[in-house]
T-cell receptor, first 114, second 111 residues
Framework: DTGVSQDPRHKITKRGQNVTFRCDPI?????LYWYRQTLGQGPEFLTY????????KSRLLSDRFSAERPKGSFSTLEIQRTEQGDSAMYLC????????????FGQGTRLTVV | GENVEQHPSTLSVQEGDSAVIKCTYS??????FPWYKQELGKRPQLIID?????GEKKDQRIAVTLNKTAKHFSLHITETQPEDSAVYFC??????????FGGGTRVLVKP
């Protein structure tokens, strides 16, 4: 197990297109988080899963954003009808069941909407 | 919800000097306070954390202090080295829920 992995690392898309990102957490980590980070800012919370249940979703997140974790393992984040303001680094993190404890981050997916 | 404020936003120190970064949080239920270091183009990585039942924790040149009453916590880096140059983020978490991050501090250590 080499840590949290995200795919793709980079994505360039045209405005209005849909994109989907994947996150594979560290095995046995039941908690999974998605964050968005823009240049010079701290990671901004998007959504949180415990196993397959989506427990919290940021109120700042528009309904163009949806996330799933169907079997409690990997997760996908989809953005529909992308806008230029969606350009950012999308980070996934996972942590083990017993908490509070460290969240391990993936390398992120950098999205550029042109 | 939780709100975390971090200061300063940039910090320039001479190699060998100390650096201090301060954070405040709003949710009294928060009980876990990690600090992450992020180098350019890389993922955030944990450097030290503290739980609410502890007032201070030290790991070599890095220390963190927590004042639950005042709802603030601080990162102290002593004997700074050029490789300490990075962006540092504080965060707060309540009951295993989401981590809420501060805005970050860009630290530059001048040789």
């Amino acid at each position: 197990d080499t840590g949290v992995s995200q795919d793709p690392r980079h994505k360039i898309t045209k405005r209005g297109q849909n994109v989907t990102f994947r996150c594979d957490p560290i095995s046995e980590h039941n908690r999974l988080y998605w964050y968005r980070q823009t240049l010079g800012q701290g990671p901004e919370f998007l959504t949180y899963f415990q196993n397959e249940a989506q427990l919290e979703k940021s109120r700042l997140l528009s309904d163009r954003f949806s996330a799933e974790r169907p079997k409690g393992s990997f997760s996908t984040l989809e953005i529909q009808r992308t806008e230029q303001g969606d350009s950012a680094m999308y980070l996934c993190a996972s942590s083990p069941p017993a908490g509070p404890t460290e969240a391990f981050f993936g390398q992120g997916t950098r999205l550029t909407v042109v | 919800g939780e709100n975390v404020e971090q200061h300063p936003s940039t910090l320039s120190v001479q190699e060998g000097d100390s650096a201090v970064i301060k954070c405040t949080y709003s949710d009294s239920a928060s009980n876990y306070f990690p600090w992450y270091k992020q180098e350019l183009g890389k993922r955030p990585q944990l450097i030290i954390d503290i739980r609410s039942n502890v007032g201070e924790k030290k790991d070599q040149r890095i220390a963190v202090t927590l004042n639950k009453t005042a709802k603030h916590f601080s990162l102290h880096i002593t004997e700074t080295q050029p490789e300490d140059s990075a962006v540092y983020f504080c965060a707060a978490q309540a009951a295993g829920n989401k981590l809420t991050f501060g805005g970050g501090t860009r630290v530059l250590v001048k040789p």
